[in-house]
């Protein structure tokens, strides 16, 4: 799903740095919590990680979603 990013999101960003320091995985952060999706797909290690959501590999998430 694409979802937009205005300056309220690049602001949360900013107040996420402490926990990943990646301004880019702050804001796919802050977009999906906008977005209020289930999950993310990514193949950032760092993201999945450290994130506060649900992440998955994609792997992950095609066997997640065939179970589902």
């Known amino acids: 799903m694409a979802v937009g990013v205005d300056d309220s999101d690049l602001w949360l960003a900013c107040k996420y740095k402490p926990i990943l320091g990646d301004i880019e995985d702050n804001l796919v952060l802050t977009t999906a919590e906008r977005a209020q999706v289930d999950f993310i797909?990514?193949?950032?290690?760092?993201?999945?990680?450290?994130?506060?959501?649900?992440?998955?590999?994609?792997?992950?998430?095609?066997?997640?979603?065939?179970?589902?």
């Open 41 to 68: 797909v990514t193949g950032d290690e760092q993201l999945i990680r450290k994130s506060t959501r649900n992440v998955y590999m994609p792997a992950d998430a095609l066997s997640f979603l065939s179970i589902a």
